[in-house]
């Protein structure tokens, strides 16, 4: 019986914690998005 | 008067296109034919499970097809570029909708009404007056499934994968269609409860009421030329 | 044009990572009391026993779920009605989180089923079927998303399909109600008197969560903003860089 409660806690945390990681993961993208525009700018301007 | 006519002009160029060629017409009967043929290889020949998953036979054999010519009600416009002369008359697009929708529709029902037949031979039922019911149910399913299926059509023929991603759309928003048609049939084919096919029948011109109203109002977003 | 529209907003998504971020503590806060309240605090059921705390995480996700789809509807018509492309990252936004919401609910439901009802799937149960349906829509309307190139048309396609997805639930629930009336019900709906304390658990479990649900639509808004904003000025960049 607590094994389903167990069960159910742990796939509450383990959905939101994908969530999370799929969110940091797109944070870097914008960081390395935001870093090849700097770049580029920094050559533009040379 | 001049809104109807135009409607019922789209939707003539559609169907007289379809009715030389007839190729769209063949092809969706045999794969709606190959449906039922299929299923009935997974089942025991002649078993009750097999009468009893019927009403979900038919209305599966209704429904892929039904997607095939929904797809292709829009690309053959894209490929010949004949949208953009559509677009370009003074015809507001809302009309667009009405004679897309109401060429889907005829072309739905009368596939429709042919697969009846056949299903009736392949699985054993009788041709009797309560078949009516079920062409009552078939005109307002295929109203629903034309209404938001023209809609869902127009929005993706834009793009790439769009043979896929017609029936992702589709099939969740028709849940209601789907549930109502196929419980209606079996009412009609084998509980006989003539209060629940009404409510059915109830929830199928709800369902067809408010789409057609929303698609209506909404197509004029969906086309960017 | 769009261009402009998305660097005006640059300022304020600075104010929405703020917020989100004083929010933070709040939730942290919220999350432990709502765990409290459903495993310390709530009495045992009697008929159902442990297994109902997840109960209290479970209506939480769904509330919110709910809540999600219904913005992305409303930010599909705002996006019509004002053609800003900041209605669109809202809806994108939401409609994640409205997936990882319901995705919980699903989850949580199909686990809690098994030992009460002896199903994983109680496919009778309108509510169980409902989100399912609506877990669909939205996991379609991604989909949709994915596959346009981003701009107006992209836009418009999915402020419409939300506006009908959010549209179709309530006729998605009456169809499955009457299917189950008609079908022999297996499964009778638990629910009805619920103990006070039960019900104090559930009022701390449903705003934790909706604190959890404005946090992420403020971060994830802000990133789909930074995100468009970046894809702009490389373009720019793009095209003003060659001779």
């Known amino acids: 019986m607590n094994t389903y409660l167990f069960a159910g806690y742990v796939v509450?945390?383990?959905?939101?914690?994908?969530?999370?990681?799929?969110?940091?993961?797109?944070?870097?993208?914008?960081?390395?998005?935001?870093?090849s525009l700097s770049d580029a700018i920094r050559r533009r301007n040379k | 008067m001049r809104s109807l006519k135009l409607i019922w002009i789209l939707a003539e160029k559609d169907l007289r296109l379809e009715y030389r060629s007839r190729q769209a017409f063949l092809t969706t009967f045999f794969f709606a034919l190959l449906i039922l043929v299929v299923f009935q290889f997974a089942f025991d020949p002649g078993s009750t499970a097999l009468r009893e998953a019927a009403p979900g036979v038919l209305w599966t054999a209704l429904l892929f097809p039904g997607v095939i010519q929904l797809n292709r009600s829009f690309q053959l416009e894209k490929e010949e570029g004949t949208l953009h002369g559509i677009l370009l008359s003074p015809v507001e697009r809302s009309l667009l909708f009405s004679g897309k929708f109401l060429a889907n529709w005829v072309f739905l029902v009368a596939i429709d009404l042919l697969i009846v037949v056949a299903f009736v031979i392949f699985f054993n039922f009788s041709f009797e007056a309560k078949l009516a019911w079920i062409l009552l149910l078939i005109l307002l399913a295929s109203a629903g499934f034309s209404a938001v299926g023209t809609l869902f059509a127009a929005m993706v023929s834009g793009i790439r994968t769009r043979e896929v991603l017609l029936p992702i759309l589709l099939f969740p928003i028709i849940v209601p269609t789907i549930l109502a048609a196929v419980n209606g049939t079996q009412e009609v084919l084998l509980r006989h409860q003539p209060q629940f096919l009404v409510r059915w029948i109830q929830l199928l011109s709800a369902f067809d009421i408010i789409f057609l109203a929303v698609a209506f109002i909404v197509f004029d977003y969906v086309l960017d030329e | 044009m769009s261009s402009t529209?998305?660097?005006?907003?640059?300022?304020?998504?600075?104010?929405?990572?703020?917020?989100?971020?004083?929010?933070?503590?709040f939730l942290y806060v919220l999350i432990v009391a709502a765990l409290y309240g459903a495993f310390l605090y709530a009495p045992r059921e009697r008929v159902m026993g442990e297994v109902q705390r997840i109960f209290y995480f479970h209506l939480g996700s769904a509330w919110n779920c709910f809540l999600a789809f219904f913005a992305v509807a409303l930010a599909g018509v705002l996006y019509l009605v004002t053609r800003n492309e900041f209605w669109d990252h809202v809806a994108a936004a939401s409609a994640e989180i409205g997936i990882v919401f319901a995705t919980i609910v699903l989850a949580t439901g199909s686990i809690w089923a098994r030992p009460i009802w002896n199903t994983w799937w109680p496919w009778g149960d309108p509510r169980v079927t409902t989100m399912l349906v609506l877990w669909l829509i939205y996991v379609a309307y991604l989909?949709?998303?994915?596959?346009?190139?981003?701009?107006?048309?992209?836009?418009?396609?999915?402020?419409?399909?939300?506006?009908?997805?959010?549209?179709?639930?309530?006729?998605?629930?009456?169809?499955?109600?009457?299917?189950?009336?008609?079908?022999?019900?297996?499964?009778?709906?638990?629910?009805?008197?619920?103990?006070?304390?039960?019900?104090?658990?559930?009022?701390?479990?449903?705003?934790?969560?909706?604190?959890?649900?404005?946090?992420?639509?403020?971060?994830?808004?802000?990133?789909?903003?930074?995100?468009?904003?970046?894809?702009?000025?490389?373009?720019?960049?793009?095209?003003?860089g060659r001779p």
């Not at chain 1, 383990?14 to 969110?23: G, H, P, R």
């Not at chain 3, 907003?9 to 933070?24: A, V």
Request: aromatic share 10%; charged share 15%.
């Open chain 3, 143 to 240: 989909i949709l998303r994915s596959s346009l190139p981003d701009g107006e048309k992209k836009f418009k396609l999915c402020a419409v399909f939300g506006i009908i997805g959010f549209l179709d639930v309530p006729i998605v629930w009456m169809s499955i109600r009457w299917w189950r009336t008609i079908h022999p019900v297996v499964i009778a709906s638990s629910g009805g008197g619920l103990a006070p304390k039960m019900v104090h658990a559930l009022m701390i479990a449903v705003p934790a969560f909706t604190v959890l649900y404005l946090t992420a639509l403020l971060l994830r808004t802000a990133m789909h903003l930074h995100q468009g904003v970046a894809r702009e000025l490389n373009q720019a960049v793009l095209e003003r």
């Open chain 3, 5 to 25: 529209n998305n660097q005006d907003f640059l300022p304020r998504s600075q104010k929405w990572l703020q917020i989100s971020g004083w929010l933070l503590p």
């Open chain 1, 12 to 35: 509450v945390w383990t959905v939101l914690f994908l969530y999370l990681l799929f969110l940091n993961k797109r944070q870097r993208q914008i960081g390395e998005d935001l870093k």
